[in-house]
C-alpha cells in the first residue's frame, strides 16, 4: 500500500495503523465510503452460467421446495419469484405449505418422494442437517437435494446436498460496517445484534468486526446474541441494558432487519435518539421505516431475482451443468434518499430493476 509516497509492507502497515488514533484515517474513511458507493447503483444483470435450453432439459423433471416457514413473508415472496420462474420455463414446481414444525418438514419429504419428484429444494433459512436422515434417503431414492438462501459463500455445505444457492452475508457485513463507519465519522461505538442460532450470522457478524477492525482497529464493538424465537422478549431489554452499560454506543446494527422493530422502542425508553440504525434485508416494513427516518439505512436484495437464480441453480443440477456457487443478488443500499423507490408502502422487489427477467430468459434460451 503507498501513503504520502512511501510503500508500506505488509508488516509496517499493521505496525502503522496499531499507531493511529481512534478518529479515521483519510484513507480509512474513503475506503469505507468506496464500499458504499459500490452498492448505491441500481444493480444490471450478469450471468453467473452458461446459455443452456431449459425448456427441453426440463421436460421430464419436477422441483419440491420446502421453505423454513411459510408464515413469514419472505419465504411467501421467495417462494413467489421461484414459482413465477418454474412457470416461465415450464415444469412442475411444487411449495410445500407448513408453518415451521419439523414434522410438516419431514413429511414434504416423503411426499417428494413419494411422488416421484425429480429435486427437493430447502429453502430460505431451513438448514438440511435438520433433515438428514431424510435428506439422505430422498438421495438413495434418486432425488437431487438443494438448498436456497442459506449458506454464506464462505461456508461449505453438508455433504448430502448437490448445490447451494449461496448469498454473501459477509458482503452485507461489509457494507454495515462501512456506514456506521462513515455515519460516526470514523468513531463508532457499535451494538451489533445477531443470532448464532441462524447458520450464516457468524460469519456475517465476524465480517462487520473486521471491517470495523480495519477501518479503526481502536473503535468500539459490542455483540448481543438473541435466538430468532426470542427477538420479541430479548431484543429490546438487551438492546436498553447495553445502552446502559455504555452510553458511548453511537450506532446499533441488527443484522436482520426485523429485529429494527424490536430496537426501536428500547431507543426511545433509552433517551437515544441519536443512536442511528442500520440492517439487512429489505424487508418492506423496514424500508418504510427508512422512509419515515426511523431506520437510517437498509441494504435490500431483490426477491424476485433470487427466486430465479435460485431456480436457474436447481434446473443446472437437474441437467448436469456446473452450478454458480452463489445466488449472485446484487446488494442495494435503501436510505433517505432512494426509499421510496422501494414503493409507497415499500414491497419486497420494488426499486431494483428489472433486468434479471430478462437476463435469465435469454440464459434459458425462452427468448433472444
Known amino acids: 500500500m503507498r501513503f504520502h509516497g512511501l510503500t508500506l509492507t505488509t508488516g509496517a502497515l499493521a505496525a502503522f495503523s496499531a499507531m493511529m488514533p481512534v478518529s479515521a484515517s483519510a484513507d480509512a474513511m474513503a475506503d469505507a465510503q468506496a464500499v458504499l458507493d459500490a452498492h ?65 418438514w419431514i413429511q414434504g419429504v416423503n411426499q417428494a418422494i413419494a411422488q416421484d419428484y425429480s429435486l427437493i429444494d430447502v429453502a430460505g433459512g431451513l438448514n438440511p442437517e435438520m433433515l438428514a436422515p431424510q435428506l439422505r434417503e430422498a438421495k438413495a431414492a434418486g432425488l437431487a437435494v438443494t438448498t436456497t438462501h442459506l449458506y454464506d459463500e464462505s461456508q461449505e455445505q453438508a455433504d448430502f446436498v448437490d448445490a447451494s444457492a449461496k448469498v454473501d452475508y459477509r458482503r452485507a457485513g461489509e457494507i454495515l460496517a462501512a456506514w456506521a463507519f462513515v455515519e460516526t465519522a470514523g468513531k463508532p461505538n457499535v451494538l451489533i445484534i445477531g443470532s448464532d442460532d441462524v447458520l450464516p450470522s457468524i460469519p456475517f457478524v465476524e465480517q ?53 422493530q424490536f430496537v426501536t422502542p428500547a431507543l426511545r425508553i433509552a433517551g437515544a435518539s441519536n443512536v442511528g440504525m442500520a440492517s439487512y434485508n429489505g424487508t418492506p416494513f423496514v424500508l418504510d421505516m427508512v422512509r419515515d427516518g426511523t431506520v437510517q439505512m437498509d441494504v435490500g436484495e431483490s426477491l424476485g431475482w433470487a427466486g430465479y437464480a435460485a431456480v436457474d441453480a436447481q434446473m443446472r443440477v437437474l441437467c448436469g451443468l456446473e452450478v454458480p456457487e452463489s445466488l449472485g443478488i446484487p446488494l442495494l443500499i435503501f436510505d433517505a434518499s432512494n426509499a421510496e423507490t422501494a414503493g409507497v408502502p415499500a414491497d419486497f422487489d420494488s426499486g431494483y430493476g428489472d433486468g434479471h427477467i430478462s437476463g435469465f430468459r435469454k440464459l434459458w434460451g425462452l427468448e433472444g
Open 208 to 260: 462487520i468486526k473486521e471491517s470495523l477492525g480495519e477501518y479503526c482497529p481502536d473503535c468500539k464493538t459490542r455483540y448481543l446474541n438473541v435466538p430468532v424465537n426470542e427477538w420479541a422478549t430479548r431484543i429490546q431489554s438487551g438492546t436498553q441494558s447495553a445502552l446502559l452499560a455504555d452510553q458511548g454506543i453511537n450506532y446499533i446494527l441488527p443484522i436482520y432487519d426485523s429485529m429494527t
Open 40 to 104: 448505491r447503483v441500481v444493480p444490471e444483470f450478469n450471468p453467473l452460467g452458461s446459455p443452456f435450453d431449459a425448456t427441453a432439459c426440463m421436460a421430464d423433471k419436477s422441483v419440491f421446495s420446502i421453505p423454513v416457514n411459510m408464515a413469514i413473508p419472505f419465504n411467501v415472496e421467495l417462494q413467489k419469484a421461484m414459482r413465477r420462474a418454474a412457470e416461465d420455463v415450464g415444469f412442475t414446481y411444487t411449495t410445500w405449505e407448513n408453518q415451521g414444525a419439523s414434522d410438516s
